[in-house]
């Protein structure tokens, strides 16, 4: 092997600057939510507790918390569903050539790139010119599609860009039908990678602000409460709140990254062939 | 290949891609397509203090197009975009190139490209936040530079500044970045590298000569993201500055807090044309699809 050049270790070290830039901050707040009762929102640490954490569970303290994050939840698990079916079916068709392909692939695109606020607005406005009301479970839903399928479906396509269709022809050959390919041949393939399109769908549509801000109508979601509060509670409880949310996210993070790795794991230990097909 | 036995397929190929696609369509277009035209709609619409009602009137657009805030509320943006872009660039790439060239195996290339990409699965706001005791008048920055005694009396601009704005913007979006550069770069061909060394080239000049140009594609598609979002985005610079720095995003969201519709719709529209000229013309450079 080769010997490691001196600009390993500047570069490391910029590395390890960015990891701590990026974690830094989330990590300080962690500590400061432990902060005594009569402790302020920065250090030094006056004792401490658990008191910001059991202010949460207090209705009056900070609005409706468990209202906002059992919204979010379940938003979350809709938007989750219909990005990976809706991706996946994408993603299938987006292997053949059909007209219109073109026109569909730049129109998902742009929904990236067209800032959200102007999705908010445009869609806050549809609904309000047809007289219907927005809420979290139809606007707020639709609105936040809007960022999770293309995402899903740009996943999609790295996965197929990588997929071996030699396995596809071979079912195809022994008499598969199209849907017998899909379902035993292609799905257990790519299972692993829906996945991470699962993670993206139920965490950017959990985190998600500007395109739910106007679509969501008069019940919020999370993140749209913490917002609220940053702007009325001075305390530590933000922080509390801050760490729980964020503590939430990352247990679902590694239940995702456990669960895709057991998935890779279970296929080889049966002697599956699933994933060795992407190339 | 033999047909026989085997049933006529109900639909024909591109039926069924038709068909698998169309959810996908539906929502789009109602949620996306339909939304961008009622803006336009909406924007050459009057109002009043309580409502807005159909018109076709220009006055929202000479109102944009005569004010001094326009010019100088565009301008505060693309500074903050700019500076934001370059920041990204910058560490996106160090990163990217480390993650890529550096670290040898491929489990820890995935391990820590995936410690880089967590901070995106958390939520945006609360990132924002967990910057005030860092920055604060009493805030960890200041403690530690007065410590130090670089300083006399803590930095006022440290919080609640176009400084914090850059900083919060650069934290939230350099994975942006990191991700397509990181990406462009697993797909170079390491014998180039190789052919480079034995030809002489110092590690710099593969990394400027051969290096650079081949993640190009993998820049530019990181710089469309970071600058539609900072071009857009309204919270981060309201929260971030305090209300005392502006944007786009935050004149359109103020407009839309005062209900003035039509006038946040063409203020949004103008936004609109000009995220897609400046993306028409970073697109010429790069084909998207080749790069996933």
Not at chain 2, 17 to 40: D, E, G, K, R, Y
Request: aromatic letters at 16%; proline letters at 4%; hydrophobic letters at 55%.
């Amino acid at each position: 092997m080769e010997r490691r050049v001196p600009s390993f270790y500047l570069l490391g070290a910029f590395f390890a600057l960015f990891i701590l830039f990026l974690y830094g901050p989330t990590l300080t707040i962690g500590i400061l939510s432990f902060q005594g009762p009569n402790g302020g929102l920065t250090f030094p640490m006056n004792g401490a507790s658990v008191h910001w954490f059991a202010n949460l569970f207090e209705q009056q303290a900070v609005g409706d918390f468990w209202g906002a994050f059992s919204r979010s939840l379940i938003l979350g698990l809709m938007v989750m569903v219909s990005t990976v079916s809706l991706s996946v079916m994408a993603g299938l068709a987006f292997r053949e050539r059909f007209r219109g392909a073109n026109i569909l692939f730049y129109l998902t695109i742009s929904s990236l790139i067209i800032p959200s606020i102007l999705v908010s607005l445009g869609v806050g406005l549809i609904f309000n010119i047809l007289d219907w009301e927005v809420q979290w479970y139809s606007s707020g839903f639709g609105a936040q599609l809007t960022w999770t399928l293309p995402f899903g479906l740009l996943i999609m396509f790295a996965v197929f860009n990588r997929f071996d269709k030699s396995y596809e022809e071979a079912a195809r050959d022994l008499g598969a039908s199209w849907w017998q390919t899909i379902r035993f041949v292609v799905l257990p393939m790519i299972a692993p990678m829906l996945i991470g399109v699962a993670l993206f769908g139920f965490t950017l549509s959990y985190d998600e602000f500007a395109r739910t801000l106007l679509t969501a109508g008069s019940k919020n979601t999370l993140p749209l409460e913490i917002f609220g509060m940053t702007t009325n509670v001075t305390t530590p409880v933000l922080y509390a709140l801050g760490t729980m949310t964020t503590a939430f996210s990352l247990g679902i993070i590694m239940v995702f990254l456990v669960f895709a790795y057991w998935m890779r794991a279970r296929s080889r230990r049966l002697g599956n062939d699933a994933g060795k097909g992407m190339v | 290949m033999s047909v026989e036995g085997r049933k006529r397929p109900f639909f024909t190929a591109e039926q069924v891609s038709w068909i698998l696609v169309a959810p996908l369509l539906i929502i789009l277009l109602f949620f996306l397509f339909l939304p961008m035209l009622t803006l336009i709609q909406v924007s050459f619409w009057d109002y009043n203090e309580w409502t807005f009602f159909p018109a076709f009137i220009f006055d929202n657009y000479v109102y944009i197009f005569t004010s001094n805030v326009t010019f100088a509320t565009y301008w505060k943006t693309i500074q903050l975009t700019l500076w934001t872009w370059f920041f990204c660039t910058v560490i996106g790439f160090t990163v990217a190139y480390f993650l890529a060239f550096h670290v040898r195996s491929l489990t820890w290339q995935i391990a820590l490209f995936l410690l880089c990409t967590i901070p995106f699965w958390t939520s945006n706001i609360i990132r924002m936040i967990s910057w005030i005791p860092f920055l604060g008048r009493n805030g960890i920055a200041n403690s530690a530079l007065l410590e130090v005694g670089l300083i006399d009396a803590p930095l006022e601009w440290l919080l609640f500044s176009d400084f914090a704005v850059v900083l919060a913007f650069v934290h939230l979006f350099t994975l942006f970045m990191v991700v397509p550069v990181f990406n462009t770069m697993m797909r170079i061909d390491k014998s180039l590298i190789e052919a480079a060394r034995d030809a002489g080239a110092s590690g710099f000049r593969i990394l400027i000569e051969v290096i650079l140009p081949l993640a190009k594609p993998g820049i530019m598609i990181g710089s469309i993201f970071v600058v539609t979002l900072v071009m857009g985005d309204f919270i981060t610079v309201r929260f971030m500055s305090g209300g005392q720095s502006t944007s786009v995003g935050r004149v359109i969201s103020n407009e839309i807090a005062l209900l003035q519709y039509p006038a946040a719709a063409a203020n949004a529209v103008v936004l609109l044309a000009t995220v897609t000229l400046i993306i028409a013309v970073m697109v010429r450079y790069v084909d998207i699809r080749k790069e996933l």
